[in-house]
């Protein structure tokens, strides 16, 4: 029962003292029986803020598809499931879903991820 997702934990990685740089270190893990729940894709915009600051013309903006669904991932097919965060993000029929919120059962059982992608257009 279940599909396969890979979850991508991303970690603070490597500083390079001489350009400043953080190199973030990713570990992909797949999951073998994660429970995809239906998507609910909602049409938004957003406004230059030049356009909300100063009250003037409005100049550009941007139209885009935010697609919200549930993952639930049970502890057996991953173990750390209270390790998962806000930075982490799962890769489900090739598409990257941004982890936006991570609820955990009464029992610590099951990891109920609430994931996020975002389809854009120019206007």
């Known amino acids: ?5 890979v979850l991508v934990k991303v970690s603070d990685g490597t500083y390079n003292l001489e350009t400043g740089a953080v ?3 990713e570990v992909d893990t797949t999951i073998r029986h994660a ?3 239906p998507a609910k894709t ?9 356009y909300i600051a100063v009250n003037k013309n409005f100049t550009y903006g941007g139209e885009y598809d935010a697609t ?3 993952c639930i991932i049970d502890r057996s ?10 930075n982490d993000y799962i890769e489900y029929r090739s598409i990257r879903w941004n982890v ?3 609820q955990l059962d009464e029992f610590d ?3 109920v991820l609430r994931i996020q992608t975002v389809d854009s257009r120019s206007t």
Request: zero cysteines; proline letters at 3%.
């Open 1 to 5: 029962m279940g599909t396969t997702v």
């Open 23 to 25: 190199t973030p270190s």
């Open 35 to 37: 429970i995809i729940l």
């Open 42 to 50: 909602n049409r938004e915009f957003s406004y230059d803020l030049a």
């Open 68 to 70: 919200q669904r549930f």
């Open 77 to 86: 097919d991953y173990s750390a499931i209270a390790l998962i965060t806000n």
């Open 100 to 102: 936006k919120s991570v």
């Open 109 to 111: 059982q099951n990891a």
